[in-house]
């Protein structure tokens, strides 16, 4: 058996440091070291999104990342995504549109669509769409995904109360209606 690496990095804002095997993959540290279940596995190939985590404020494929490659790192989690109340506004579309049913792909599916949120605040339904299809649902089918998703674009367009953001807001939601 390999030797343990310690690693020391922080998770949703705390100081962690652990003894790791150097093979252990991040989804797996989370989930089975530190008890938080929110990121699933589902395929172990990097195909379905489920594992989706945060480093350093990017998405990764938790079951493609080794939990010593987040050594030193900010990662952050579901639970650390909801705690700090930076999807509010998403989870409450998810809802809105029973974007879910198992719920399986969710957390996975809500980390991806932040990253979108805040990097194409413009993005087309088609561009959401792209954006989204790394992320696999077996059981809601991905129209009300996308919906919740236009949707909270929209919605945050609007309150951004620019004219540039606004345009982009009415044409999200004229796609979201097509
Ligand atoms: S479990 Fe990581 S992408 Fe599917
Ligand atoms: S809600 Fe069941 S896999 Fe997506």
Request: hydrophobic share 40%; aromatic share 4%.
């Amino acid at each position: 058996m390999a030797e343990l690496q310690g690693i020391d990095l922080t998770v949703n804002g705390q100081r962690t440091q652990r003894h790791v095997q150097p093979r252990t993959h991040l989804v797996d540290f989370v989930r089975g070291e530190l008890g938080l279940k929110g990121s699933h596995l589902g395929c172990e190939h990097g195909v379905c999104g489920a594992c989706t985590v945060e480093v350093n404020g990017k998405i990764v494929r938790g079951c493609l990342t080794l939990a010593v490659q987040a050594d030193g790192a900010r990662v952050r989690t579901i639970e650390g995504l909801s705690e700090d109340g930076d999807v509010r506004d998403l989870q409450d579309a998810f809802i809105r549109h029973a974007a879910l049913q198992c719920g399986f792909c969710t957390p996975g599916m809500v980390m991806a669509a932040k990253e979108l949120l805040e990097n194409k605040p413009d993005a087309s339904r088609a561009e959401v769409r792209e954006w989204m299809s790394g992320n696999y649902c077996r059981c809601t089918g991905y129209h009300a995904i996308v919906e919740a998703i236009c949707e909270t674009l929209a919605l945050r367009a609007g309150s951004a109360g620019s004219a540039g953001a606004a345009g982009a807001a009415g044409a999200a939601v004229k796609e979201a209606g097509q």
